[in-house]
């Protein structure tokens, strides 16, 4: 497989009022290569959508990248001038965010803003778009395609809006899509539909794709591989069945430890739970951020940096203790 995105020790900091800066993403790296699905998980808070706006170019107000280079096919997008990103987005990288009522303009109708993309982006005409369109809205599995395309945002359901955030985000044959929470807010069966919808669009298009979540049972069902965040930082990289199988961070095991499996009747509130709080991130971390809150900890661990080191092929943790959970 070819490496499409290549990310090198990347580290964002976010100015806040009164001056401070907040590391929200600190020294993380990461490939994806094409057709392959890289799952980044973590709680609300701990730098992943951050690292998406990074790759993306679209950090708020206040926001820089601070170290480290992003490499789509090789060219570094940090030093892409903002003409060229505007070229990238949309055509080479595709977005689906996780509001798509939001995402979408309520005065336009659908087809309209599936065809801005391909004008821009491709050069046609809007009447030559159109097929093109409707191409699309049947591929995301959009049913009557030729007469849904003159519809508006409100007169769709939540699911049936994310599928046309996905046409949306595919109508340019981009080289990686960048999927973030995508199905949030979608009841569970319309969730496994979406996921299924970007899962063969994946194996169709032999995209690379980023999906950004905390759902692990998300995870499990179509990410390949799987890189864990805690406050701003990789704590570890495995394959799927790898990280499910034996996970090493006392991170991932919590969280892992903290999903309900099918056919458990254990109430929410017996769930296993990680004791502790995130702790801020405002300064590049000097030792274990995950100390506080982790039963392996000691002196090494409280005033040392663990770096993401790899334990076997393909499986990185960046833990002074790994190894399986109790």
């Not at 990074?54 to 480290?68: D, F, K, M, N, R």
């Not at 049936?160 to 199905?183: H, N, S």
């Amino acid at each position: 497989m070819t490496t499409i995105l290549d990310v090198r020790d990347v580290s964002v900091q976010i100015r806040v009022p009164g001056g401070r800066r907040v590391q929200a993403v600190d020294r993380v790296s990461f490939t994806v290569a094409s057709g392959e699905t890289l799952a980044v998980v973590g709680e609300s808070g701990c730098g992943k959508t951050m690292l998406a706006m990074a790759i993306l170019g679209l950090l708020p107000s206040g926001g820089e990248i601070t170290s480290g280079s992003v490499l789509l096919d090789g060219e570094d997008l940090r030093a892409a001038k903002p003409a060229r990103m505007r070229d990238i987005r949309g055509k080479s990288i595709g977005t689906i965010f996780q509001e798509p009522m939001t995402s979408l303009n309520p005065v336009l109708t659908i087809g309209r803003q599936i065809s801005e993309v391909i004008e821009r982006h491709e050069g046609l005409s809007r009447p030559a778009a159109r097929p093109r369109v409707i191409d699309l809205l049947g591929l995301v599995g959009i049913p009557d395609p030729s007469r849904r395309i003159d519809r508006y945002p409100h007169e769709l359901s939540g699911g049936m809006a994310q599928r046309v955030m996905i046409a949306m985000a595919i109508a340019c044959g981009p080289r990686l899509l960048l999927a973030d929470e995508p199905t949030t807010a979608l009841d569970v069966t319309i969730q496994a539909a979406i996921l299924r919808v970007i899962d063969d669009l994946r194996k169709r298009l032999d995209m690379a794709v980023i999906l950004i979540t905390h759902d692990l049972g998300v995870v499990a069902d179509v990410a390949d591989r799987v890189m864990v965040m805690y406050a701003g930082r990789a704590v570890e990289q495995a394959t799927v069945d790898d990280l499910f199988a034996s996970p090493q961070h006392p991170y991932a095991q919590g969280l892992l430890a903290a999903v309900r499996r099918p056919g458990q009747t254990v109430p929410r509130s017996h769930l296993v739970e990680i004791p502790g709080v995130v702790p801020t991130m405002l300064a590049p971390a000097t030792s274990c951020s995950f100390a506080p809150r982790c039963p392996r900890a000691d002196d090494r661990t409280r005033s040392e940096l663990p770096l993401l080191e790899e334990i076997r092929p393909g499986h990185s943790v960046a833990c002074f203790h790994p190894g399986p959970g109790r």
